[in-house]
Structure formats: C-alpha cells, structure tokens
C-alpha cells in the first residue's frame, strides 16, 4: 500500500459518506454505555460526525494514521475469518485510539471499541464487502469519534484534578 495525499483525500471523503452507517452505531453505543454507567449522553449528529471527521483529517500526522488503519481494515480478509481475529481487532483498537486523540481518551476509545464490535453485524455493512476488517472498521470508527466528540457529562465540566498554573505548592 502507497499512501499518498490524494489517498488520505479519498479515505476521509469516504468516511465522510459513512455518515449514514457510522452515525447509528456511535449513536447505539452511547446508548449501551450510557445504560451501562446510569448516566445521559447526547447523541451525535451526522453533519456532527462529518466535521469531525475534518477535523480529524486537518492534523496530517493523524490523517496519514487514520487513512492507513482505514485501508488496512477496507482491504483486510483472512480465510475462514478466524485466524485472523486477532490482526483485525488490533487494527480497529488502534484506529479507534487515533481517532480519539491522545490520552485518556485513546484508552476509552480502544475498549469502547470492543464494546461496539460486539454488535455490529458485518454483512449489514458495506466497509470491506464482507472482508474480515468490514466491521472492525465501522466498530472503530463509531468508537473513536463517540469518544472523541462531546455529549458525555463527565467531559461537560472542569476536572477537579485541573491545578492552577498560579497556586502556590
């Protein structure tokens, strides 16, 4: 595989278009967790989704990441599937991880990834015409930017753990 700048072009135009596959999942995901931890979270939009994709996309040293996962996981198939499991859920973990940012949220992202895959159904998706990285792809991205975009009530407010440049020790 040849990564170009008209590559990583075409990868975030695609994601892009996902809108309408990636939206649902992140969306179904928040819900799961938000069940999972009794608390609200606001669900994301598909224009939301797009322009962070952009956004994503703008920092060139994480677009030529995020593009590689992306074709990795697009092109990924492994014979009868399940020697393969391992390289394709490495793959969606990092993919997640980057899309998310750095930490904690490539931390949060990573097992939220795991949480997404659990559900989503790769023939009802079209991200690798059922290859093995199909829905590891949608799972990652969904859970990198639900991680990464606002709506959950512990980011919403200033951590307790914030230190004033201008106390005193």
Do not use: C
């Amino acid at each position: 595989m040849r990564i170009t700048p008209t590559l990583v072009r075409a990868e975030r135009d695609w994601l892009r278009e996902r809108a309408p596959v990636v939206v649902p999942i992140l969306n179904e995901t928040r819900d799961r967790l938000a069940r999972r931890f009794d608390t609200e979270v606001a669900h994301v939009e598909p224009e939301t989704y797009r322009r962070e994709v952009d956004a994503v996309f703008a920092d060139g040293a994480v677009a030529v990441n995020v593009a590689g996962y992306v074709r990795l996981l697009r092109d990924l198939d492994v014979e009868r599937d399940y020697p393969g499991f391992v390289v394709d859920e490495v793959l969606g973990r990092e993919l997640a991880a980057t899309i998310a940012g750095g930490q904690p949220l490539s931390v949060l992202a990573g097992a939220t990834f795991h949480v997404a895959d659990t559900f989503v159904d790769d023939d009802a998706t079209a991200a690798g015409a059922g290859t093995a990285g199909a829905d590891d792809l949608d799972a990652a991205v969904a859970a990198g930017f639900q991680t990464r975009l606002p709506g959950w009530p512990w980011r919403a407010r200033e951590s307790p753990f914030a230190l004033d440049p201008h106390d005193e020790p």
